[in-house]
């Protein structure tokens, strides 16, 4: 065997495994279909790369991918380190009570506190400052108090690096104001200085993302790390171990190859590894005794946004870490089906700018008329009077994935997901409702989309589930270790072993499921 362990995908679960087997001394290869990204060549222009796109990833491979589903549309990442390169950095754990029901007996939250609080240390977790507040944080304090829960607002932790001795009268200055060093690991990280672009890639490196900790410490450690390469299937050779297959992205072509391994590990994000075992019981038939589970019981983890309209307030959703706030209603409350917080947005008009004005192909005039337009934006941010009410809540984690044909005359196979929205309208509904009285407690005129209103429409960054965890192959895919059931040697540690919705951002519970199962691994 070339490796002792493949891991498929460089996101929460695959970052977190690689790292730490590569650490006990396994031969690591982390094969991730994204590219490596960094601030020299983030998406900014229109022409830039954002889109993934799963039919043709040879000619766009870029750093997002939305699927569309009846009823539900999917945002996830591809990256080497998959969702975190473009994720709002929150990391919190899951309340108590939501693994009362629904998890293998042995996955409890005292049973994940301590890995919870490891993945915590390990991506330097912790709230804004004090002396930073952003506009949004002190609407949802004013929000949270108005509706009668002032006692229930928190500041939200963040895997941000920050700097106390920033403060506001430090903003103008920009990318300038930020503090480079050297984080924990060794990895050179910037501080934050509350640009706003959180969810399309910090400037100056004040998230704390995976390759900058636990793929950095795996790769230092000797783990290889391919990006550009889509995995495409899993097959068990004759006397133990697998073969992984995958088509190498290289100028516009795809170029078939694989390696061997004792272990393998899908860490492909819960629609990316589901697909994948679908394609590998279904389609090449290489897994056939794969679970009957497999798809099912997925979850959007009930995420809902509804913007607020301002027109004397400063909210400044392009200022500040995208989600630095919450109204927490979950705590020390069982029955709390959902939470609020804020959001952000960036400001791409501004950002656009801001690289056309770097670029040394950009004339001296059209410079100067740009660094005028860019001071302008910074100061009269047009979208300033918004205000991104945003939440997450606790669905009936009742989605069934499939692969289907494209369409009546493209039989070419797709994921397909079957969401039936009548069990988790009330959560929405209530959602909804929330937001409205806290922007009318604000005098804000919420907007609530028509994509809910009139379609039940969702949209998620959080997908959960499909390859769940469970007590046996009739009730999941994986046991509580990760281990596929039916197939010694491979395990699923991401966002698809989650069978439950979680509520609040999930990030952290898959980082702390991903430490378990390294931990169970001898
Ligand atoms: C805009 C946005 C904001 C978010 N904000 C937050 C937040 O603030 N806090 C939070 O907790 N969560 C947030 N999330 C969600 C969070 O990013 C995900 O829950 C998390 O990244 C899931 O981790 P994972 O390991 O399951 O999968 P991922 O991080 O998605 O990693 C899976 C990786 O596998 C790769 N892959 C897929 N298929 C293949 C294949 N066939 N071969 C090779 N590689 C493959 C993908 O490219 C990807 O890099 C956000 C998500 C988005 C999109
Ligand atoms: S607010 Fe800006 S500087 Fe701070 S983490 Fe987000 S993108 Fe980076």
Redesign the pocket.
Known sequence: MAFDVIV???????AITSCRLQQKGYRVLV????RRWDKTNFPRGPEDAWVWDSDKPEHCNGWLELRTFPHMSV?????VG???L??????REAPRWRFAKGWPPEITYDELKPHYDTVKAFMNVREVPDNQWTPRMRLMKEGAEKVGLGDRFRKLELAVTFDEAFTYDDLAKGAAASRSSLNAHGAEQGTCVHLGNC?IGCDVHAKNTLDRNYLFVAEKAGAEVRAL???TNIEPLAGGGYRVSFDRLENGARIAGSETAKLVIV????L?STE?LLRCRDVTGSLPNLSGFLGRDWSSNGDFLTPAFYASRDCSPTVGPT?ASAIDLYDGDADATFWIQDGGLPNLTRDYLDRMRADPATGFETKALLESMQWLLRRDDPLKGVMPWFAQGVDAANGVLTLGPRSAVDPRLRLCLDWEIERSKEVIDAIVSMHKRLSYATNGEPLVPPTWTLFKNLIT??PLGGCNMGVDVATGVVDHAGRVFGYPGLYVA???IVPEALGV????T?GALAERIASLIP
């Open positions: 498929i995908g460089s996101g929460f679960g695959g094969l991730e279909r994204g945002a996830v990442g591809a990256a998959g969702g975190s473009i994720y709002a950095n929150i990391s969810d390469t889509i995995v860490a492909a994000g819960s990316g994948l989600i960054p959080h991401d966002g698809a951002n999930p990030s952290r898959i």
